[in-house]
T-cell receptor
Framework: DAGVIQSPRHEVTEMGQEVTLRCKPI?????LFWYRQTMMRGLELLIYFNNNVPIDDSGMPEDRFSAKMPNASFSTLKIQPSEPRDSAVYFCASSSDSGTGELFFGEGSRLTVL | KQEVTQIPAALSVPEGENLVLNCSFTDSAIYNLQWFRQDPGKGLTSLLLIQSSQREQTSGRLNASLDKSSGRSTLYIAASQPGDSATYLCAATRSYNTDKLIFGTGTRLQVFP
């Protein structure tokens, strides 16, 4: 199994630009989570999907952030316009309803907004 | 609201020591508790998962216990090695398996030769 795949691994952009992060969950997993990690705040859940439907987006910081899951094998997290305070590592994770709930993480996308 | 706390925040020990990492949670209505390892610049790797009906799980030199009544979990690492150096995070779900994990802030472990 390839695991959870995220792209890009690193992104450097200028303030005001649009950023799109991508995630491919483990095949057969039907829950997908987007987390953000910073030194100050640790790991924060932004949004999670179950069977492609957003269940809880209360962690999305503001309207500049949006996430979609058009099908079971792909999700995007978009920031428009980006700001320097959005600089962080963004993780995608997936799990299966039929399992124990064990969560599997991708390697993360490190975002730097100048 | 579930809150997860980990103590200590950092730990430095000589190789060979047995050590215990602590995790506390405020809401005992959890579905499962997971322990993760994170190496610098990397993602999180799942180490052990304890379901609410279980009291402990073991994998090699690692043993994790769960006491829901006291709101505590511990991760025991036997015969620590320099390769164990990493940040260890615990996380709890609420009442069902696909619910969101609430993470602690982690314990940064350094094992020196």
């Amino acid at each position: 199994d390839a695991g959870v795949i995220q792209s890009p691994r690193h992104e450097v952009t200028e303030m005001g630009q649009e950023v799109t992060l991508r995630c491919k969950p483990i095949s057969g997993h039907n829950s997908l989570f987007w987390y953000r990690q910073t030194m100050m705040r640790g790991l924060e859940l932004l949004i999670y999907f179950n069977n492609n439907v957003p269940i809880d987006d209360s962690g999305m910081p503001e309207d500049r952030f949006s996430a979609k899951m058009p099908n079971a094998s792909f999700s995007t997290l978009k920031i428009q316009p980006s700001e320097p305070r959005d600089s962080a590592v963004y993780f995608c994770a997936s799990s299966s309803d039929s399992g124990t709930g064990e969560l599997f993480f991708g390697e993360g996308s490190r975002l730097t907004v100048l | 609201k579930q809150e997860v706390t980990q103590i200590p925040a950092a730990l430095s020990v000589p190789e060979g020591e047995n050590l215990v990492l602590n995790c506390s949670f405020t809401d005992s209505a959890i579905y499962n508790l997971q322990w993760f390892r994170q190496d610098p610049g990397k993602g999180l790797t799942s180490l052990l998962l304890i379901q609410s009906s279980q009291r402990e799980q073991t994998s090699g030199r690692l043993n994790a216990s769960l006491d829901k009544s006291s709101g505590r979990s511990t991760l025991y690492i036997a015969a620590s090695q320099p390769g164990d150096s990493a940040t260890y995070l615990c996380a709890a779900t609420r009442s069902y398996n696909t619910d969101k994990l609430i993470f602690g802030t982690g314990t940064r472990l350094q094992v020196f030769p």
